[in-house]
């Protein structure tokens, strides 16, 4: 099991950036793929971006391809998910996920261990 913090969230207007943090202790999170998911107001909790610990493979979702970066530091332990040109849409709760061994997913039941989430507003 591994424990995760999200941080970095915050209200930003339409156009703007942000960089979301996630970290990770516990176990061996070289082990883990490590993804970003969201859920906004009424609404499923959605895949947005998804990275492996060992070559760095990546997956998006397609409303935040182009706009959003995921990364990874292993020496500290720490999934980055950089987002760029922000809509009012993309206005939800995001969540650090992360899930035993390499392969990325994009469904939550995928992951096992879950952040409490990071609340993102995009103002129009």
């Known amino acids: 099991q591994v424990q995760l913090v999200e941080s970095g969230g915050g209200l930003v207007q339409a156009g703007g950036s942000l960089r979301l943090s996630c970290a990770a202790s516990g176990g061996t999170v070289s082990n883990y793929a490590m993804g970003w998911f969201r859920r906004a107001p009424g609404k499923e909790r959605e895949f947005v971006a998804a990275?492996?610990?060992?070559?760095?493979?990546?997956l998006y979702a397609d409303s935040v391809k182009g706009r959003f970066t995921i990364s990874r530091d292993n020496a500290k332990n720490k999934v980055y998910l950089y987002m760029n040109s922000l809509k009012p849409e993309d206005t939800a709760v995001y969540y650090c996920?992360?899930?035993?061994?390499?392969?990325?997913?994009?469904?939550?039941?995928?992951?096992?261990?879950w952040g409490q989430g990071t609340q993102v507003t995009v103002s129009s």
């Open positions: 990275i492996r610990w060992d070559d760095e493979t990546t």
């Open positions: 996920a992360a899930r035993p061994g390499t392969g990325v997913r994009t469904y939550p039941l995928a992951y096992n261990d």
